[in-house]
């Protein structure tokens, strides 16, 4: 049966009012969920293990609070920074650390998702360039006050501004006095050096050490008799493994010159910083250059849409239902994405020595005496349902363009 343009523009119009009531529910909703389960924390006291749940503008406590005859609490554990704390043992960064730009700069993002679905749903292309002509600028124009003006931070999502309060115990009118940008440093800054503070390593002014490592190699002296020499030049502990495996290869070969030797620590020295010595402030500064360039291109892809509904309507019409459409997709690139980046930036301060490795991404993964535990939650459910609608509304639509 046909449907007559009218009655088909109701339709497309009534799902896109759904897909629209559905991308708000997203926002505030948990999408993954995350548990820890060891011996050490029993099912009795912790049904649910250490368990956290990551929202699109946040990562937030997954324990409720306990009332049973075994035991009973005032408040729910924050779980989220006891999963920090176990996490730290093998080196991994607080959960914090991970995703800045993308809950820093998520509310602008769905807004634009948002305008996208509204504009495919107008039968008329003038309509939709109008649309997304004035809804890009007022998404600009939120954007920049959030990020780069005094006490933007109160333009962001509560959800957001409250994931920062809680990770570093600071009041509402402390934050909102910040910008955005002021927001991400503080908070990623913190996040970096809450359990492994760096600095920039200068290899440089470290090889002039390499006299004394020959000489006490030489004389086949403890290695750890160096240590005060070492810690007192301001070492990290990424530099002294660096003076001990160059030590230990100089004994193996004493004929190695001086030359060889300042070469060799050089070599490893700039492999090593290349990797891991980048100091909490570089990589700080370097989130906020990815900030400036996500805004950047969020600019650019409103001009772009704006253009291309006007020079070529018959692709960027379906540009605007087919990137919100791809949502669960790209969701998941991101969450293994940033699970790949915890588990292959290992901080040599932990505890425990572990080979890097890809966090479990779906499913029950173990990490020594820790099972994890990764699935989907129901904000993730409501993205296949959003993608399921406005698939149907894109189809209407191309049944009426044939």
């Known amino acids: ?45 912790f049904p649910q293990g250490i368990r956290i749940h990551f929202h699109v503008n946040g990562v937030f406590n997954g324990c409720q609070k306990i009332e049973s005859e075994e035991k009973s609490e005032e408040e729910a554990l924050n779980c989220k920074h006891e999963m920090d704390a176990i996490n730290h043992y093998v080196g991994m960064y607080p959960i914090a650390a991970g995703a800045p730009v993308e809950r820093a700069v998520s509310p602008f993002v769905f807004a634009l998702l948002g305008l996208m679905v509204i504009a495919f749903a107008l039968p008329n292309n003038k309509q939709r360039i109008l649309l997304m002509g004035t809804g890009s600028l007022l998404i600009a124009g939120w954007g920049y006050s959030a990020l780069y003006s005094e006490g933007g931070m109160k333009l962001q999502s509560s959800p957001y501004r409250a994931d920062i309060m809680s990770t570093m115990e600071r009041t509402p009118e402390e934050i909102n006095q910040w910008s955005g940008i002021e927001g991400i440093q503080a908070s990623y800054e913190e996040a970096l050096g809450r359990y492994f503070p760096t600095i920039a390593v200068d290899c440089d002014n470290y090889a002039s050490k390499m006299t004394y490592v020959d000489l006490y190699a030489s004389q086949d002296r403890p290695f750890e008799e160096l240590n005060d020499l070492l810690v007192n030049a301001g070492a990290t502990s990424a530099v002294m493994s660096t003076f001990h495996d160059l030590y230990k290869k100089i004994q193996k070969n004493p004929d190695m010159t001086p030359e060889q030797q300042t070469a060799a ?138």
């Open 265 to 402: 620590f050089m070599q490893r020295c700039e492999l090593m910083s290349n990797n891991i010595g980048m100091s909490d402030i570089e990589r700080t500064e370097l989130m906020v250059n990815i900030t400036h360039i996500v805004y950047a291109g969020l600019l650019g892809a409103m001009v772009l849409l704006v253009v291309g509904l006007w020079k070529m309507e018959h692709v960027f019409k379906w540009v605007l239902i087919l990137v919100p459409m791809a949502l669960p997709l790209f969701f998941i690139m991101d969450y293994a994405g940033w699970l790949w980046w915890f588990g292959h930036h290992l901080s040599e301060m932990g505890a425990f020595t572990v080979k890097p490795f890809m966090p479990t991404v779906f499913g029950v993964g173990k990490v020594a005496q820790f099972a994890t535990y990764s699935y989907p939650y129901y904000g993730f459910g409501l993205i296949m349902l959003n993608s399921v609608v406005l698939a149907a509304a894109a189809l209407i639509r191309l049944k009426s363009s044939e």
């Open 1 to 45: 049966m046909s449907l007559s343009n009218p009655k088909q523009n109701m339709i497309i119009g009534t799902l896109s009012l759904v897909a629209i009531g559905l991308m708000i529910s997203i926002f505030y909703s948990p999408i993954w969920w995350v548990s820890l389960k060891a011996p050490q924390y029993p099912d009795a006291a």
